[in-house]
């Protein structure tokens, strides 16, 4: 299964998560109103582990307490805890620019009128539904790019863990067998047996596992830059010059 089609799978789910996530962190009326696309996401999957990723730069990083995994431009890069790479490209680790403020809107006087002060135009109701289609559209990307680390990520895992089951099991992956008279090349075969088959499994659950709540984040925070404009005050329009 690809990463588009995984991607496909979990946007639902997503979708949920979204209006649940987002319907309590609207309360905040600090949001600041972004752009049209939310350009980077950082959450906190796990005690220790913090994914960030930059769709100006295409770089993802997944930080835990043992190393760093990220990926850029069809490379991967796998550093330990002190920076050293250790497989894969020398990625630089170096967290994606935070989203910078929004710059001050310079307004352009309007042209002179020869009627009174113009009204400003009235509000209209945010249309819920709509903000929802465009939070989960621009959550789509960041969770393609999790999909991608977290398969990685979870292949390693699975890898390290396949290699001594497939030992313990002969290459069957079903019984223990015994260890003692295996030869040099039988207990190579089988930590291969056993590393590519739970190191598969691994790939396929860490990114479904990385992507769900990076979708959710980088959803709830579209969202509620949405609903931030949607609630923001009018500007007044200024009296026309006579």
Known sequence: M??????AAVTALTAMAV????GVANADAGVPAGPAKTPTVATDVAPGVRYSDDLATGLALLRTPFGTVAVQGGQFGIQDATGHTLAGAAIPAAAP???SAAAP?????APAQ???????????PPDTMSDLNQAVEAAN?????????????????GAALGCPFGVATGGTLLSLATAGTMTLPAFAATCLVGAVAVGGVGALVGGVALAIPVGIAAGAQKFNELQAQHHAPPVPAGPANG
């Open 141 to 157: 990307p960041h969770m393609g790019m999790a999909m991608g680390v977290g398969s990685l990520a979870g292949s390693i895992v």
């Open 19 to 22: 209006v649940a996530a987002a």
């Open 105 to 109: 809107v310079t307004q352009v006087a």
């Open 2 to 7: 690809t990463f588009k089609n995984r991607g």
């Open 114 to 124: 020869p009627a009174a002060t113009q009204p400003a135009p009235a509000q209209q």
């Open 97 to 99: 620019a935070a989203q």
